[in-house]
């Protein structure tokens, strides 16, 4: 039976220090992101760090998935 990328994720969550260090990176550009979207008037200075958080964010995002289609695939040689 195929593992689910949600059993994978929580996997790596639990044992993997690396994908720990994305997950967290991650939530603290989210925070980020959400802080300035509070603001009622963003500067061109606070776009610019806008894009470039959500740029970030979703290089670390890549990384995560990247995390999770290797052991998907791990499973999938070992089970088929």
Do not use: C
């Not at 994908?19 to 061109?44: C, M, N, P, T, W």
């Amino acid at each position: 039976m195929p593992i689910s990328p949600r059993d994978i994720r929580e996997q790596l969550l639990a044992s993997n220090p690396e994908y720990q260090q994305l997950v967290q990176e991650h939530s603290r550009y989210d925070s980020q992101i959400e802080q300035l979207s509070k603001a009622s008037f963003l500067s061109g200075e606070d776009l610019v760090q806008e894009a470039e958080l959500k740029k970030r964010r979703l290089r670390v995002k890549d990384e995560m998935e990247r995390f999770v289609a290797q052991i998907s695939r791990a499973h999938a040689a070992a089970s088929g």
